[in-house]
């Protein structure tokens, strides 16, 4: 089921079911497009037109990609299943950059029209489909991404090596892939094929189902994942990885995997630091509800940014000092489980992991010299830093605001630490 809450019914949500991103980021952004998407974000994907048609449910995408991290181009073929919410559904509408060009859109075996323009891809059927009923479309399209905020599609290079990765949050998607970038529905599952050089391994969501050799230099690779998820969670990255495995052992249940991909040059380092993330989920396991993807697992991938991405079941990482780790895997129960319904709420996905990181220092399994007062302190400097400003973000057109680093992560931790002084570690941990 799918639906939208308020911030305060999260937060109620969160306390209720014992449920409890990354670090501060700076983005730039074109202003036509934060203007398009502050209107969608304040109003999500409700503002329809005779131009564009979001009313329908998004119930699976399959990826069809073709990558090599040694050339800044992408080939895709995204397929949505997806259900009509209107009688008169005669086209459907993806976000998708007008620096890809479409191909084609195929619906039933045919192809038919289609419009591209203003980073939207519409397709228009030959009759109206029944409203709540099971259909699909298949966008193919190729092309350079565009490359804004904090990725979208990057291509760089580590110790010589070529690298691809994405980072979507927040308005990122569309720049590689036909999408709808509505915090309010999430996709049910989703299945990405990777065509790409067979040196190269690619990390994903979900689980590895398989990397089968396609031609004598070409390898397919298959990540299946089977929980909802937003669009801005979905990613890939491709390079020479290597790749190992730590488990975080379960009482009376089975141990969960967190799959490793890591840079060659950094393997041995690698070992030695991704072991924190164990009693750290043994932590947010005790103190919330299991990790809720563990039937799947969880993982790491490094990647060209500095700092770090939760891109569900499969973190995007800069590095592995315990401060990130302990944030990113924070947001897999808050902002992946659960998910705000729009971005003027951002400050529970990051209020939360970086009050999670402060949680570590006080349960001791922080190497941080500092104890949990002086890490208040820190956050309360932040938080106080600017004098006006409320952790609710008024205008999403400013995604400097969004991501503000002294409200939406410092002063929203400082928030929840009131609410447990006012309300007890009872009720807000359930203990």
Known sequence: MKFTVSGLTILIIFLSLKIYSQTSKEHTCSQS???FYSQFDKKPFELQSKEYN???????HRFDLKLDPEVFFIEGEITTYFISETGDFNKISFELSSELEVDSIVHKGEKINYNHKDDIVSG?????LPKGKLDSVSVFYKGKPSSFGFGSFKKSKHSGSPIIWTLSEPYGAKDWWACKQSLNDKIDSIDIFVTHPKQYKVASNGLLQSEKKLTDSLTVTHWKHRHPIAAYLIAVA????SVYRDFVSVPQEDSIEVLNYVYPENLERSKKLTPQVIPIMQLYNKLFITYPFADEKYGHAEFGWGGGMEHQTMSFMGGFRHSLIAHELAHQWFGNYVTCGSWQDIWLNEGFATYLEGLTIEYGISPDSKDFSAWKYSKIRSA??????????EDTSSVYRVFNSSLSYAKASMVLHTIRKQIGDTLFLLQ
């Open 238 to 241: 491709i390079t020479n990885y």
């Open 54 to 60: 979001f009313a329908y449910d998004i119930v699976y």
């Open 33 to 35: 497009r934060i203007d």
């Open 124 to 128: 228009n059927f030959d009759n109206i």
């Open 384 to 393: 106080t830093f600017s004098k006006h400003g409320s952790v609710f973000v």
